[in-house]
């Protein structure tokens, strides 16, 4: 069987089925934004993720600073996802014979900006010569109150569900990008066209993790019933949330909240803006489920917005279109293994 027919999470599953936990300390394995390590009252979050050049990133365009700071905070992101906070990270890196000190210093700088903005220590890590590009594998340790730790299996029937920010932005930084990147080949003195549009270009190159909106639900007193960060897209992660919760969905295409110049920039190209939002990924942006008393809270939270509620599972998971038709939604975001993917990272 083809790796690519599996994808990335049906790989992980294969892999990783009926996998037994042979310490009680271990609450929880495979499956979460995080895996979570039980130690007294406190819950250890324990998060790892790899990016490699050419498949995550492409040099031609992604500043060094930048690449680092981005692996450091995607780690911080699934940390908040799981309702807890980042605490200390570890770096390795697999470094190909052209880089220089020099770049893998800059690469470090942005890694040491994101941890002394989120508050996070750099405790360790390794390093390695790579025959093929840059590799980088972050490993980011959180902790939380042991009963406030959200997963994505909680959300419940008649739950609302709650996304911050605006979705689809870096996607269409990405492609962006891409066209920048296309239009300056050959051309030795050639300078890239961004003006109106740097904030989606920063979505991309720059993303930050929503900590604000962690600690605004903690003031206003509301633990989700589930949660995690979109960087997949928001079709895909809202079916890991009901796959997991056994429910079903229902999200209105006219609340999920979209920028100006995403919609410019999807114009421009002639794509679809709701399937940019659906399925590009990138966002790291919070997607959660919250009970239905929760609503006169949530409704009014600054960068947050209500776009839809849980069903039954036998109703299934659908987008609502204005006019009132559901649509089905499918698991067409970014998925490294597929043979396909809505949001090429390469």
């Known amino acids: 069987m083809e790796i690519s027919q599996l994808g990335e999470f049906g790989l992980i599953d294969r892999l990783t089925k009926d996998l037994p936990t ?30 490699l050049e050419g498949v995550h990133f492409d040099l031609t365009y992604v500043p060094l600073k ?8 995607v780690n911080f992101s699934d940390v908040y996802a799981m309702n807890g906070t ?10 190909s014979s052209r880089f220089t000190v ?12 994101a941890c002394n903005i989120y508050g996070v220590d750099l405790v360790g890590g390794d ?8 590799v980088i594998s972050i490993t980011c340790i959180g902790e939380a109150e042991a009963s406030k730790v959200v997963t994505r299996s909680g959300a419940r029937d008649t739950d609302l569900i709650c996304v911050s920010g605006d979705l689809g932005a870096a996607y269409m930084g990405l492609q962006l990008l891409e066209r920048e990147k296309i239009a300056s080949a050959g051309q030795k003195d050639f ?71 995403t919609a410019v920039m999807a114009e421009e190209l002639g794509m679809n803006v709701i399937m940019a939002a659906l399925n590009g990924g990138e966002d790291y942006e ?33 987008l609502v279109t204005p006019d009132g038709a559901e649509i089905p939604l499918r698991a067409q975001g970014w998925n490294p293994l597929a043979a396909t993917s809505a949001s090429d990272k390469g």
Do not use: W
Not at 28 to 47: K, P, Q, Y
Not at 86 to 95: A, C, E, K, M, N
Not at 102 to 113: A, C, K, Q, T, V
Not at 127 to 134: A, E, F, K, M, N
């Open 22 to 51: 042979v310490n009680s300390s271990t609450i929880r394995s495979v499956g979460d934004d995080c895996a979570v390590l039980r130690n007294h009252d406190t819950d250890i979050l324990v998060t790892t993720d790899l990016l």
């Open 66 to 73: 930048h690449l680092g700071y981005k692996s450091a905070v």
């Open 86 to 95: 980042p605490r200390q990270i570890t770096v390795s890196l697999g470094i």
């Open 102 to 113: 020099e770049h893998i210093e800059e690469l470090y700088s942005g890694i040491r900006l």
């Open 127 to 134: 390093t390695t010569s790579s025959r093929q590009g840059l």
């Open 191 to 261: 300078r890239p066209d961004f003006g109106g549009k740097e904030y989606i270009v920063e979505r991309q190159l720059k993303p930050e993790a929503r900590k604000d909106i962690v600690a605004q639900l903690a003031k206003d007193g509301i633990v989700p019933t589930a949660m995690m960060d979109i960087s997949d897209g928001l079709s895909s992660d809202l079916l890991h949330i009901a796959h997991d919760s056994n429910v079903g969905c229902r999200v209105y295409e006219d609340r999920i909240p979209i920028d100006y110049q």
């Open 286 to 318: 919070l997607l959660f489920t919250v009970p239905l008393h929760c609503h006169e809270k949530v409704k009014d939270m600054p960068g947050v917005k209500v776009i839809g509620h849980i069903t039954k599972p036998e109703l299934g998971c659908a």
